[in-house]
């Protein structure tokens, strides 16, 4: 197993922004991954990096990230895959088997454990939809659970496992045979739209910003609030969704957050209307960014660490 000291994590987020991390962990099974949560209780669990904003100061603490933890069965309309397995290649590896049900995973490369974790969803699907049961490290009793889709307690972009503080090792989801034509269609027609209407990985991003209030659209109250126009350093949101932010190159986290409070200030100012965050932050905080999470992430179930 992979223990790196001192990592620069920069490189494996997608905003590309961060510094180093005291201690990383790549654990390579279940078991293992469980004999690491025993022995770093209170470390910070992720997959590929896609909606976590690194400190610039770095962290002084344990990361476990899950990207090595990648593999999956399909017996059947069964599949059952390990936490860290990217979306796009399961959505790829049951779409040829005919199996539907998780074409939107292909549109965002998030991992399965992260899908879980906060019930992903696009374009009229979701993980809730074909979810049946998982495994789970329970951090609070130190234990092993199984949950099954009606334990899962999923909403819109929540589950069971930010209530309760359970890590996702395994998830099984139970699919349905459909023709591979017409499976590979929803597919093309789910990269068009990311394709269109969210920024490329090549310009550094950490995807949607704030999670859509129940019945209305965060992009939506972002561009009637004028957000589109908002810069700070090295970071503007982007021209052509305002739920986005991009890294231009030379962007720090203080930038990044400076922005994000100024996109939730212009909803709440226009709208009466609180954004919550669907980036997670993970670091030391220097002053200035220790005041604006206090105002960010005040409205989550889960606080970030």
Same mark, same amino acid.
Not at 141 to 164: H, P
Not at 227 to 247: D, Q
Not at 276 to 292: F, T
């Given at each position: 197993?992979?223990?790196?000291?001192?990592?620069?994590?920069?490189?494996?987020?997608?905003?590309?922004?961060?510094?180093?991390?005291?201690?990383?962990?790549?654990?390579?099974?279940?078991?293992?991954?469980?004999?690491?949560?025993?022995?770093?209780?209170?470390?910070?669990?992720?997959?590929?990096?896609?909606?976590?904003?690194?400190?610039?100061?770095?962290?002084?603490g344990?990361?476990?990230?899950?990207?090595?933890?990648?593999?999956?069965?399909?017996?059947?309309?069964?599949?059952?895959?390990?936490?860290?397995?990217?979306?796009?290649?399961?959505?790829?590896a049951?779409?040829?088997?005919?199996?539907?049900?998780?074409?939107?995973?292909?549109?965002?490369?998030?991992?399965?454990?992260?899908?879980?974790?906060?019930?992903?969803?696009?374009?009229?699907?979701s993980?809730?939809?074909?979810?049946?049961?998982?495994?789970?490290?329970?951090?609070?009793?130190?234990?092993?659970?199984?949950?099954?889709?009606?334990?899962?307690d999923?909403?819109?972009?929540?589950?069971?496992?930010?209530?309760?503080?359970?890590?996702?090792?395994?998830?099984?989801?139970?699919?349905? =045979? +459909?023709?591979? *034509? $017409? @499976?590979?269609?929803?597919?093309?027609? !789910? %990269?068009?739209?990311?394709?269109?209407?969210?920024?490329?990985?090549?310009?550094?991003?950490?995807?949607?910003?704030?999670?859509?209030?129940?019945?209305?659209?965060?992009?939506?109250?972002?561009?009637?609030?004028?957000?589109?126009?908002?810069?700070?350093?090295?970071?503007?949101?982007?021209?052509?969704?305002?739920?986005?932010?991009?890294?231009?190159?030379?962007?720090?986290?203080?930038?990044i957050?400076?922005?994000?409070?100024?996109?939730?200030?212009?909803?709440?100012?226009?709208?009466?209307?609180?954004?919550?965050?669907?980036?997670?932050?993970l670091?030391?905080? =220097? +002053?200035?960014? *220790? $005041? @604006?999470?206090?105002?960010?992430?005040? !409205? %989550?179930?889960?606080?970030?660490?």
């Amino acid at each position: 197993m992979l223990v790196e000291e001192n990592f620069d994590v920069k490189k494996l987020t997608s905003f590309k922004i961060g510094g180093n991390v005291a201690r990383v962990i790549f654990p390579e099974s279940t078991d293992e991954f469980i004999n690491v949560l025993k022995e770093y209780p209170d470390a910070f669990v992720c997959g590929n990096m896609t909606n976590t904003l690194v400190s610039g100061d770095g962290y002084d603490g344990t990361l476990i990230l899950t990207t090595k933890m990648v593999n999956f069965e399909i017996e059947g309309t069964r599949v059952s895959a390990e936490c860290g397995l990217k979306g796009p290649k399961l959505s790829q590896a049951v779409a040829a088997k005919g199996l539907s049900g998780l074409e939107f995973m292909v549109a965002f490369p998030g991992s399965i454990g992260g899908e879980v974790f906060m019930n992903a969803g696009a374009h009229g699907q979701s993980v809730k939809d074909t979810f049946v049961e998982g495994q789970f490290y329970d951090r609070a009793a130190n234990s092993v659970i199984t949950l099954t889709n009606a334990e899962m307690d999923f909403s819109y972009r929540t589950s069971v496992c930010q209530k309760r503080d359970l890590v996702v090792l395994k998830a099984s989801f139970d699919l349905t =045979n +459909k023709s591979s *034509e $017409e @499976i590979t269609a929803k597919m093309q027609e !789910n %990269l068009e739209f990311r394709h269109t209407h969210q920024p490329s990985l090549a310009l550094p991003n950490c995807g949607s910003v704030f999670r859509n209030p129940e019945g209305n659209s965060a992009g939506r109250l972002l561009e009637q609030s004028g957000a589109k126009n908002i810069k700070h350093g090295g970071a503007h949101v982007w021209e052509n969704h305002a739920n986005f932010i991009i890294n231009d190159g030379t962007a720090t986290s203080t930038d990044i957050l400076e922005i994000m409070l100024k996109m939730q200030d212009a909803v709440k100012k226009n709208f009466g209307v609180i954004l919550n965050p669907e980036v997670r932050y993970l670091g030391n905080k =220097n +002053k200035r960014e *220790e $005041e @604006i999470c206090k105002i960010l992430y005040q !409205n %989550l179930i889960k606080t970030q660490k």
